[in-house]
């Protein structure tokens, strides 16, 4: 199995499960700076209609989600 370097597995953020609000809602990363690319995954819950970026920084990605929505962020910084 291929391993990766610890200089890429600090650039990487999941978060846990999150459950959509209907308003901006903040995620601590950790990761030290704005993430470069992050993606959304849909788990479960109410059917998403909206996902919505706020300005990310260098502690929080910001999303908006359709309230009930459950979800996962996943946070890059290269």
Same mark, same amino acid.
């Given at each position: ?12 953020? #999941?978060?846990?499960?999150?459950? &959509? +609000?209907?308003? /901006?809602? $903040? %995620? ?19 059917? #998403?209609?909206?996902?919505?970026? &706020? +300005?990310?920084? /260098?502690? $929080? %990605? ?17």
């Amino acid at each position: 199995m291929p391993t990766l370097p610890d200089s890429l597995l600090n650039t990487v953020f #999941v978060s846990t499960e999150q459950t &959509g +609000t209907g308003s /901006a809602q $903040n %995620i601590a990363h950790g990761l030290g700076r704005a993430p470069s690319i992050v993606l959304f995954g849909f788990t479960g819950g109410t059917v #998403v209609t909206s996902v919505v970026e &706020g +300005t990310h920084d /260098a502690t $929080n %990605i910001i999303v908006t989600v359709t309230s009930g929505a459950k979800f996962k962020i996943l946070g890059w910084s290269y």
